[in-house]
Structures are given as structure tokens and as C-alpha cells.
């Protein structure tokens, strides 16, 4: 079983940079692929990015490619998203989400999910 908690959610500019974490712990955590996903208000939960955890390879939604980084911190157990270029468009509750398969994209992939934490972008 995994334990994810996000953070670093916050109000921000449109063009500013923001760095999310997800802490991981639990057992065999390195085991897992994590991913962020987001969800704006009425709409459905989305996803951003993944990195698999044994090879850190990465995937992102084509919204974010090229704005967006996911990377890890394994000896800490750490997974970041870093954002740049923000757009209001990015606004919503950030969640990461651990699976057991290699860098899926779908929601129902994952079994463990964190809380989420609100990034609001202002224009």
C-alpha cells in the first residue's frame, strides 16, 4: 500500500512557475508509477504526466508538454511537478496517484490517490 500526500498548491500569475510535490511512503513505493492528474471545477479529472518509477521515463498530456516536468527524487521519496508558463486554463486540484502498471495515462489505472492540492491561475 502507498501513502501520497501533494503540496505547494497555490495562487498564482498567468506565465509564472510553480513547483507541486507529492510525498510518498509505504512499502515497495519504488515499485510504482506515479502520475499527476487535475480536475477544474465541473469537469472531469485529467491527466498530466507520469513518470515510471524503475526507469523515469516520462509521459504528458499534450496540454502541458513542453510547459510542464515531472521528476523524482528517489532518495527522498519525492515526486515533483514543475510547472512554467502557467495559464488559467491550468487551474484546477492537482492529485498524484500511484500504479502498479508502467506509466499508464488512464484514471483507473491507479489505485492509491493523494488529496489534491488547488493551484488557482490568475490572468
Known amino acids: 500500500q502507498v501513502q501520497l500526500v501533494e503540496s505547494g498548491g497555490e495562487l498564482v500569475q498567468a506565465g509564472d512557475s510553480l513547483r507541486l510535490s507529492c510525498a510518498l511512503s509505504?512499502?515497495?513505493?519504488?515499485?510504482?508509477?506515479i502520475a499527476w492528474f487535475r480536475q477544474a471545477a465541473e469537469k472531469e479529472r485529467e491527466f498530466v504526466a507520469v513518470i515510471a518509477w524503475s526507469l523515469a521515463t516520462t509521459r504528458y498530456a499534450d496540454s502541458v508538454k513542453g510547459r510542464f516536468t515531472i521528476f523524482r527524487d528517489s532518495a527522498k521519496n519525492l515526486v515533483y511537478l514543475l510547472m512554467s508558463k502557467l495559464k488559467p486554463q491550468d487551474t484546477g486540484v492537482y492529485f498524484c496517484?500511484?500504479?502498479?502498471?508502467?506509466?499508464?495515462?488512464?484514471?483507473?489505472?491507479?489505485?492509491?490517490w493523494g488529496q489534491g492540492t488547488q493551484v488557482t491561475v490568475s490572468s
Open positions: 496517484a500511484a500504479s502498479s502498471d508502467y506509466d499508464p495515462v488512464t484514471e483507473n489505472a491507479y489505485g492509491y
Open positions: 509505504g512499502r515497495d513505493v519504488g515499485d510504482y508509477s
